[in-house]
DNA sequence: GCCAACGTTGGC
DNA sequence: GCCAACGTTGGC
């Protein structure tokens, strides 16, 4: 079982567009290293929703519901898609400036590749984002 | 809302 | 296969 993080602009796909289809396709990425990690989501894996933006913060978890596929908005080959499901918000968000003073988070992706929209975490880190959005803000 | 940095695309 | 141009993203 892998861990994930996938970040978009609530603008473009939000969380409450998520919780309200309750599954979506994880499709229009054009990012060749985003899609090699696309590729490596097995059905069942655990993803951090993370909203970048201006009110940045990781948002709530979602279960991969299928690998990958053949992005669907596009002919192109070389893009792919996976089935994302929701499994639970948040209670409370989860800012990048909570996460950068947290030891364990200090390493994410998302802050050394601030451009890459779907990244690896480890299982130490995706409870530890769990856990800080289950304290108190 | 501008601008710099990044990554992809397209022309040679 | 290189490199300039372009579009997108993120920081200020």
């Known amino acids: 079982m892998n ?6 602009e609530p603008s473009t796909y939000s969380w409450d567009d998520f919780a309200r289809e309750k599954k979506t396709a994880w499709s229009g990425v054009r990012n060749y290293q985003a899609r090699n990690f696309l590729r490596q989501m097995k059905k069942g894996d655990l993803v951090i929703f993370y909203h970048s933006g201006k009110n ?5 978890s979602a279960k991969v519901a299928r690998g990958a ?11 792919s898609a996976v089935d994302l499901s929701v499994a639970k918000k948040f209670t409370r968000p989860v800012t990048p400036a909570e996460m950068k003073k947290d030891r364990r988070l200090e390493d994410l992706p998302l802050f ?5 929209s ?3 975490v480890t299982r130490e880190q995706f409870e530890a984002v769990e856990a800080l959005s289950e304290e108190a803000g």
């Open 112 to 116: 050394k590749q601030s451009r890459l």
């Open 56 to 60: 940045a913060a990781a948002v709530g």
């Open 118 to 120: 779907v990244m690896p």
């Open 69 to 79: 596929y053949q992005d669907p908005t596009t002919d192109d080959e070389r893009w």
């Open 3 to 8: 861990y994930w993080m996938v970040k978009q």
